[in-house]
C-alpha cells in the first residue's frame, strides 16, 4: 500500500537533476504500489521453481508473458541463449534509450523452505540464495510503470528491459555486450537483494571461472596400480601447486575452487577429474595474469602424473566500473522511496531467524537508507561488463534479514516471503523514478557518458574475458568423461 509520508518526501526530497513533477512521481509510485501484489506472485513462481543457470525455462518464460501482456515486444532466445530475452517498449521516433536488468537463474545446493530454520526441500536441488527472483520480478515491474508513465505524459523514448540468465558463474551479460545489444543504450539500471538498502558506486571483483580437466588411464588400484595413470592425482597434484602459487600473486587475488569428479570407485584408478576454480581481483589484467598461472600448474600436474589436461573457460567478467554521475540521481530517489517496512508477523519471523546468522543488527536497519558507498565488494557479477561499455548504476534493497550472508539458506528463506518482496517494491520504485528521471535529463546522460569515456580511458576497446566461446549452456551439468 503506498504511504502518505512516502509521497511528501518524494515532494520535499525531489533530485536536483530530476525532470519529472511530483504529480508524476506519485503516479509512478501509485502504479508500483497497484503492481505489488504481482510482483510477490511472480517473485514467488520463480523461487518454487529454482532454475539454475541457462536452465531457466520457466522463469524466463513467465517473465517474458508478463511483458507481452503490458504492450512490450520480447525478442526471446538473444545472443545464443535460449532463456535470454530482450523486451522493448518504444514510443515516437526519438528519446533516451533506458536499459533496466533482471536476472532469475538460482543456486544449486541451497534448497530451502521459507523457514526460520534449515530445512531442505526434498528432491529440489537449487533455491534463490542471491534473491534473483526478486530480482528479475521488480525490474519488470518497474519496466513496466516507465511504460505507463511514457504513456500518460507523451514521453518519447525507449524502455528496454534485458532478461540476463547464468549470473551466477555463467556470465550470461558478457554474451549480450559481445553481440553488441547494449550498443544504442543510453543508461542501464539495476539492483541487487541484500540486507540493507543503498546505492553502490565501489568496484566487483574482475573473475575468470573454468574447469580443469584430466585424462589417464584406467586400472585395479590393488592388483594392477602400476598399469593406471590417475587423472584425480592430476587433480589434487595441481591444488597443491596452486596452493603454493598463492604467496606469490599480488596482494588481494582470490582463487577457489571444488573438485565436481573425483572418480568413482576407490579401487578403480580414475581415468577422469574435474576441478572447478575461480580466479579474482578488481584489476582485469591480473585475473588474465593469474589464471594464465593456474593453467601452468595444471600443465604442470598432468606431466607429472602421466595423465593430460584441457581447461575450459565457463565465466569471464570485468570489475564493476559504476556511473558516479548517474548514482546521484538513483540515490536521491532511494532516499526519497525510503527502506520497506515490516509488518508485526514479518519482524516476528525476522527475529526467530536472526539467531541463526553469523552477524546480527537490528531489524529495524532494514528501513534504513545508506549514503552512497564506493567500497569495493567480495563478490563477481557480469553486469561489470555492461557497465564498461554503458553508463551504469544499481542499488541494494533489503529483502533479507539484517546481516544475511548472500548464497546461504537463510537468504532463500527470506526470498521465499513477503518480507523479500517488499524489498523488491523499494527497488522497483527507485528504478522506475530513475528511469524516468533520466528520460527527461539529456543533460545528465551527456556527462554520465563523458564520465565513462575519461575512466575508460582514450582508446578503449571492449573484448569480453571469455574471448569469443561461446556460451557454456550445460556448464551447471555434472561433467562425466567421453564415453
Given at each position: 500500500m503506498h504511504r502518505p509520508a512516502i509521497a511528501l518526501a518524494l515532494l520535499a526530497a525531489t533530485p536536483a537533476t530530476a525532470q519529472i513533477a511530483a504529480p508524476e512521481r506519485q503516479a509512478i509510485l501509485a502504479d508500483v504500489d497497484a503492481r505489488s501484489p504481482e510482483l510477490a506472485k511472480t517473485a514467488l513462481a520463480i523461487w518454487n521453481a529454482a532454475e539454475v543457470g541457462y536452465q531457466e525455462t520457466k522463469s524466463s518464460?513467465?517473465?517474458?508473458?508478463?511483458?507481452?501482456?503490458?504492450?512490450f515486444t520480447v525478442t526471446p532466445g538473444v545472443a545464443g541463449m535460449p532463456t535470454a530475452f530482450v523486451a522493448s517498449f518504444k514510443r515516437g521516433g526519438k528519446g533516451a534509450v533506458i536499459g533496466i536488468l533482471a536476472e532469475y537463474d538460482a543456486l544449486p545446493g541451497l534448497a530451502q523452505?521459507?523457514?526460520t530454520k534449515r530445512d531442505?526441500?526434498?528432491?529440489?536441488?537449487?533455491?534463490?540464495?542471491?534473491?534473483?527472483?526478486?530480482?528479475?520480478?521488480?525490474?519488470?515491474a518497474a519496466a513496466i510503470a516507465v511504460k505507463d508513465w511514457m504513456i500518460a505524459n507523451g514521453v518519447d523514448g525507449e524502455v528496454r528491459v534485458y532478461g540476463s540468465p547464468a549470473e551466477e558463474g555463467g556470465s550470461g551479460k558478457v554474451y549480450l555486450v559481445r553481440a553488441g545489444l547494449f550498443n544504442d543504450v543510453d543508461a542501464v539500471l539495476h539492483w541487487h537483494p541484500g540486507d540493507s538498502n543503498g546505492v553502490s558506486t565501489g568496484?566487483?571483483?574482475a573473475n575468470i571461472s573454468g574447469k580443469f580437466r584430466f585424462h589417464g588411464?584406467?586400472?585395479?588400484?590393488?592388483?594392477?596400480?602400476?598399469?593406471?595413470?590417475?587423472?584425480?592425482?592430476?587433480?589434487?597434484?595441481?591444488n597443491v601447486a596452486v596452493n603454493y602459487l598463492r604467496e606469490h600473486i599480488p596482494m588481494k587475488t582470490r582463487i577457489h575452487y571444488v573438485i565436481t569428479n573425483g572418480g568413482e570407485a576407490p579401487n578403480v584408478v580414475p581415468d577422469f577429474a574435474e576441478s572447478y576454480y575461480y580466479v579474482r581481483h578488481t584489476d582485469p589484467q591480473i585475473v588474465r595474469d593469474v589464471m594464465a598461472r593456474v593453467q601452468k600448474a595444471a600443465e604442470g600436474a598432468a606431466l607429472a602424473t602421466g595423465t593430460t589436461s584441457e581447461f575450459e573457460a565457463t565465466g569471464g567478467v570485468y570489475s564493476m566500473l559504476a556511473s558516479e554521475t548517474l548514482a546521484k540521481?538513483?540515490?536521491?530517489?532511494?532516499?526519497?522511496?525510503?527502506?520497506?517496512?515490516?509488518?508485526?508477523?514479518e519482524t516476528a519471523w525476522a527475529g526467530r531467524l536472526q539467531p541463526t546468522l553469523p552477524t546480527q543488527r537490528a531489524l529495524d536497519s532494514v528501513s534504513a537508507v545508506a549514503p552512497i558507498s564506493d567500497g569495493d565488494g567480495g563478490g563477481s557479477t557480469d553486469v561489470a561488463d555492461?557497465?564498461?561499455?554503458?553508463?551504469?548504476?544499481?542499488?541494494?534493497?533489503?529483502?533479507?534479514?539484517?546481516?544475511?550472508?548472500a548464497h546461504s539458506w537463510q537468504a532463500v528463506g527470506a526470498s521465499g516471503m513477503s518480507i523479500g518482496a517488499k524489498g523488491g517494491t523499494v527497488a522497483a520504485k527507485t528504478i522506475a523514478l530513475t528511469a524516468?528521471?533520466?528520460?527527461?535529463?539529456?543533460?545528465?546522460?551527456?556527462?554520465a557518458k563523458a564520465e565513462l569515456n575519461r575512466r575508460r580511458g582514450a582508446g578503449f576497446t571492449y573484448k569480453a574475458m571469455l574471448g569469443d566461446r561461446k556460451p557454456p549452456l550445460d556448464y551447471r551439468k555434472t561433467t562425466t568423461p567421453a564415453s
Open positions: 518464460a513467465l517473465l517474458q508473458a508478463e511483458l507481452k501482456r503490458a504492450g523452505r521459507a523457514d531442505p526441500i526434498p528432491g529440489q536441488a537449487a533455491g534463490h540464495g542471491c534473491g534473483h527472483n526478486i530480482f528479475g520480478a521488480a525490474s519488470v568496484a566487483s571483483q588411464v584406467s586400472a585395479h588400484a590393488s592388483a594392477a596400480p602400476d598399469k593406471g595413470r590417475s587423472a584425480l592425482d592430476g587433480v589434487e597434484v595441481m540521481v538513483m540515490d536521491a530517489n532511494l532516499h526519497a522511496v525510503g527502506g520497506p517496512r515490516w509488518t508485526a508477523e555492461v557497465s564498461w561499455v554503458v553508463p551504469t548504476i544499481g542499488l541494494g534493497a533489503a529483502t533479507w534479514v539484517p546481516g544475511t550472508p524516468a528521471d533520466l528520460m527527461r535529463s539529456p543533460q545528465v546522460l551527456e556527462q
